[in-house]
Each structure stands twice: as C-alpha cells, then as structure tokens.
Nanobody, 126 residues
Framework: QVQLVESGGGLVQAGGSLRLSCAAS????????MSWFRQAPGKEREFVAA????????HYADSVKGRFTISRDNAKNTIYLQMNSLKPEDTALYYC???????????????????WGQGTQVTVSS
C-alpha cells in the first residue's frame, strides 16, 4: 500500500520558518516527480512547488518563489519544503503529491499526480 505522510507543520509567527517533510512508503518515487500543494479554507487546492525525479528541475508558484525551497532525498524516498519569511497568507493545509508514471505532464496540475498525502497544517500568525 502506497502512503505519503507529511509532517513538520505547525503554528509560527510571520517572518518565521518551517520545514515540511513528506515520506513515501510502499514504492519508490525516486524516478518520478513530486510536489507540494496547499489549500486554505474556502479556497481551491493550489500548486506550491514541484521537483523532478532527479531533483535537478524545480518549479515554484510565483507567490512563494524566493521564500520556499523544495528538495528531495531519494535514498529516503522523501521530499522537503523549506519555508522561510512566512506570511499569514501562507496559512493552509499543505499536501504532498507524487506521480507514479512516465509521460508528458504539467507539474502545476493536480490531475497529473496520482498519490496524495493527508496534509499537514501550517498556520502563520500576524
């Protein structure tokens, strides 16, 4: 059974930092892209960041570019999201996603990922 388990969320003041982790089990995703999405109350789930299987290619939403960094450790089957200079508008449930098949895809599209975690809450106070 494939599982993605996020951790590292919490409550932080504006300007602070958090590091999210997403550990995969049940299969290896080392050759496949993974990503982070987030969903705030009353809003649709939105793309945050994505990383290729090798880790050499990354993509970011404009709203987090320069503040967030996505990385991966394929030996641990884990990806990370380092979040710095956090803002109240970053408050959301953060989800990890993984794609298990090859082919053309858009790293920013939810439908191009077939495995999802349960999410970890990030709350940024002003």
């Amino acid at each position: 059974q494939v599982q993605l388990v996020e951790s590292g969320g919490g409550l932080v003041q504006a300007g602070g930092s958090l590091r999210l982790s997403c550990a995969a089990s049940g299969r290896t995703f080392s050759n496949y892209p993974m990503s982070w999405f987030r969903q705030a109350p009353g809003k649709e789930r939105e793309f945050v960041a994505a990383i290729s299987g090798s880790g050499r290619s990354t993509h970011y939403a404009d709203s987090v570019k320069g503040r967030f960094t996505i990385s991966r450790d394929n030996a641990k089957n884990t990806i990370y999201l380092q979040m710095n200079s956090l803002k109240p508008e970053d408050t959301a449930l953060y989800y990890c996603a993984a794609r298990s098949y090859s082919g053309t895809y858009d790293p920013r599209q939810r439908d191009d990922y077939d495995y999802w975690g349960q999410g970890t809450q990030v709350t940024v106070s002003s």
